[in-house]
C-alpha cells in the first residue's frame, strides 16, 4: 500500500468512526418504532415539521426519522437498511458522497436522507443518469414515501407524473403514477428526473418573462440533491455544456462541397493526425488541394475565415469520428453515443459545426446550425444547490477533482459483507486477432462451468463483432435460459449496447442466468444490478402468463402460488451459480477512465457472492496505441510474440495504467479549465 493510500485510508476510516454513534442513536429508537401501527409511522411526518417549525434541526431529529424510515422499508418494501446502510444515508445529508460498492443497495441508502430533508418542505431532487432509472426509482421507493406522507414526482421528457398508489395499476410501465404539469412535479416533496432534465427546466425558467410560465420552485429552486453515479454526472459529463439554441443561416450546401474534398486527401501525404491530441491539420500539401478544390488562391485568407471553420470540422468528422464508435446513424438521423456508458444520447448535438459535418459524411439530412440563446455546464448548474451530495461506486480516485470543483468530501462506505470476488491479472496480446480468439476460449469455458458472463466492449462495434463470433462457434446460445424468460426469448448471446436501450432491463435480467453470455458496451455498468440466478419476479410472470393468470389484476390466493413457485426455481438456478464460481467479468479492452474499468469489474462479486474478472488487452486497442510506449510492442515483436500468444506481464499492466492516468490527468485539466472561465 502506498503511502498516500495509508494517508487517505486512515482518514477516512477516522471520518466514519465520527460518524458511527450517530448509527447507534438509530439504532436505539428501533424499538421504540417498531410497535407503532402504519397510521402511527405516518403521522411522525407531521411531528417532524412541527418540531422543525418550533426550531430544532434536521440533525436534532436525524435518529429518530432514520428509524421510522427503516421500519415503514421494512414493511414497505421487505426491506431493511443495514447498519453500513445508515452510514451511508448520514454521508450523503451531510453533503458528501458515498462511495458504495456495486449491490451494496445505494437506492435503499438514499432513502434516508430523501425523507428526512423532504422534512423541510423545501424539495429533494434525486438525479439519475437516464428516464428509466428515474421512472423506475420514484415507482419502486414511491410506496415507501407515500406511506410516510410524502409526496412524489419524476420528471420524463417533455411529461411529469406524480406518484399515486391507486393509479394505471393494469399498466406496468405507468403503475402508480398520473400524469400533471412539470410544475406540479417540482412542488412535491421529491423529484426524480435525470441531470439534463433538471438544467433545462432552470434554463427554460430563466428564458421566462413571466414567473407564471416557470416551472421549479422559486424560493428555492436548488435546495437539496443527491446525484446517482455521481461521477458519471460531475465528472463524464461535467463538460458538457446544457444548451437551449434556435436556428441559424442555412449552410447545408458548404458542408456538402467539405465531405466531397476531405476523404479524397492522403492521409499520409496531406494530413497530420493525432489520435493522443485528437487533432487533425494540413500540411502544405494538403493545404494545395482543398485550394485547388475550392478554386481560390490562399485558404488562410481573412476573407476565407468563414471556409476554415468548415475544413475543420470535416477533417474531424472523417478522421476522428467513427459510426459505431462516437456516433450511430438511427432512422437517418445521426446520435451521438455516449463513451462513458454506451447510451444513445438522443437531441445532444456537437458543436461548432462538427454534427453537421458528421451528417454530410454519412448522407443524412444536415439540420440547421443553431443561435444559443441560453448554456450553462453542468458543473455550474449542479455548483447552485444549497447542498449536494452524490453515490457510486467509484468516486475515491476522483476525490480530489470532486473537492476542488465542487467542495465535495469522499467516504468509503463498508461492505454489508466481505469482498470475494477475484480480479485475475490482465491477459496481453500483440494483435486485436489474437485477443478475440482468446476472449470467446474464455467464454467457452465459463458457459460450459454454467457460470453466467458478462463481457464489456469499449464500442458497439466491438460488441456486435463479437456476438458475430460467438453465433459461427454456436456453442454459447442461452436455449435454457429463454425457457424462463420468454418475454425476451434470446437464442443467442445478449448484445447490450446503445442499439438496444429499449431492451436493456430485460437483457440485465437475464445476465445472471446459469450460463447466460452478455455481450455490453459500457452502458451495462451504470445503473443495473444483475442478480445471480436471474430475476425472479420476471420468473413469475413468465408462469402467470403460461396458466392465462394476470399477476396484477389476480387475487392474490392466485398469484402467490405462481409467486413461490417462481422463488423457487429462481433459488435453484441462483444456487447452480454460486457453486459454478459466480458471474465471471471479461473486459475486451481497457477504458481510458480507470473508474469505468472498475464499474465493469464491480458488476460481479455484490453482497459477498463469489465472482471474478480478468481483462483482454492487445496493442491494437486505441488506448495503447495512443499512449504505451513504442519500444514495447517492438521488443514484444523482436522477441517472436506472435499474434496468438498471451502475456501476463506487470511490466504492461504498468504501462497500461500510466497510459489511464495520463488520460485522466489530461481530462481533470480541461474541466478545471472550464469551471474558471466558464
Known sequence: MSILNKIFGNYNEKELKKLWPIVEEVNAFEDEVHPLTDEQLRAKTEEFRQRLDDGETLDDILPEAFAVVREMSQRRLGMRQFDVQILGGVVLHQGKISEMKTGEGKTLVATLPIYLNGLASQGVHLITVNDYLAKRDAQWMGALYDALGLTIGVLQHDSGYVYDRTANLDNESLRHLTPVERREVYAADITYGTNNEFGFDFLRDNMATDFARAVQRQEIPQSYAIVDEVD???????????????????????????????PRMSPDQDLVIDLKHKSVSLTD????????????????????????????????????????????????????????????????????????????????????????????????????????????????????????????????????????????????????????????????????????????????????????????????????????????????????????????????????????????????????????????????????????????????????????????????????????????????????????????????????????????????????????????????????????????????SKAIEQAQTKVEGHNFDIRKHVVQYD
Not at 402467470?544 to 392474490?556: F, H, N, W
Request: with cysteine; net charge negative; proline share 4%.
Open 232 to 262: 458519471s454526472i460531475l465528472i463524464d459529463e461535467a463538460r458538457t455544456p446544457l444548451i437551449i439554441s434556435g436556428p441559424a443561416e442555412e449552410t447545408e450546401e458548404i458542408y456538402r462541397t467539405f465531405s466531397r474534398i476531405v
Open 285 to 652: 500539401e494538403g493545404v494545395d488541394k482543398v485550394e485547388q478544390a475550392l478554386s481560390i488562391k490562399n485558404l488562410y485568407d481573412p476573407a476565407n475565415s468563414r471556409l476554415t471553420r468548415f475544413l475543420d470540422a470535416a477533417l474531424k468528422a472523417q478522421y476522428l469520428y467513427q459510426r459505431e464508435h462516437q456516433y450511430v446513424v438511427k432512422d437517418g438521423e445521426v446520435v451521438i453515443v455516449d463513451e462513458f456508458t454506451g447510451r444513445l444520447m438522443t437531441g445532444r448535438r456537437w458543436s461548432d459545426g462538427l454534427h453537421q459535418a458528421i451528417e454530410a459524411k454519412e448522407g443524412v439530412k444536415i439540420q440547421r446550425e443553431s443561435v444559443t440563446y441560453a448554456t450553462i455546464t453542468l458543473q455550474n448548474y449542479f455548483r447552485l444547490y444549497e447542498k449536494l451530495a452524490g453515490m457510486t461506486g467509484t468516486a475515491w480516485t476522483e476525490r480530489d477533482e470532486f473537492h476542488l470543483v465542487y467542495g465535495l468530501d469522499v467516504l468509503m462506505i463498508p461492505t454489508h459483507q466481505p469482498m470475494v470476488r477475484s480480479d485475475m491479472q490482465d491477459i496481453i496480446f500483440k494483435g486485436v486477432g489474437g485477443k478475440f480468439n482468446a476472449v470467446v476460449e474464455e467464454i467457452e469455458d465459463a458457459h460450459g462451468d454454467g457460470r453466467p458472463m458478462l463481457v464489456g466492449t469499449i464500442a458497439i462495434e466491438t460488441s456486435e463483432l463479437l456476438s458475430d463470433l460467438l453465433k459461427r462457434k454456436s456453442t454459447c446460445h442461452l436455449d435454457d435460459c429463454a425457457d424462463y424468460y420468454q418475454i425476451c426469448p434470446l437464442k443467442e448471446p445478449a448484445v447490450l449496447n446503445a442499439k438496444q436501450h429499449e431492451r436493456e432491463a430485460h437483457i440485465i435480467e437475464m445476465a445472471g442466468v446459469p450460463g447466460a453470455v452478455t455481450i455490453a458496451t459500457n452502458m451495462a455498468g451504470r445503473g443495473t444490478d444483475i442478480v445471480l440466478g436471474g430475476n425472479p419476479e420476471r420468473m413469475a410472470e413468465v408462469i402467470a402468463r403460461k396458466q392465462g393468470v394476470d399477476l396484477l389484476t389476480a387475487p392474490e390466493d392466485v398469484t402467490a402460488p405462481i409467486r413461490e413457485q417462481a422463488r423457487n426455481k429462481w433459488q435453484d438456478e441462483h444456487d447452480r451459480v454460486i457453486a459454478a464460481g459466480g458471474l465471471h467479468i471479461i473486459g475486451t479492452e481497457r477504458h481510458e477512465s480507470r473508474r469505468i474499468d472498475n464499474q465493469l469489474r464491480g458488476r460481479a462479486g455484490r453482497q459477498g457472492d463469489p465472482g471474478s474478472s480478468r481483462f483482454f488487452v492487445s496493442f491494437g486497442d486505441d488506448l495503447m496505441k495512443r499512449f504505451s510506449p513504442e519500444w514495447v510492442p517492438n521488443l514484444l515483436g523482436k522477441m517472436g510474440m506472435d499474434e496468438d500468444t498471451p502475456l501476463e506481464s506487470k511490466m504492461v
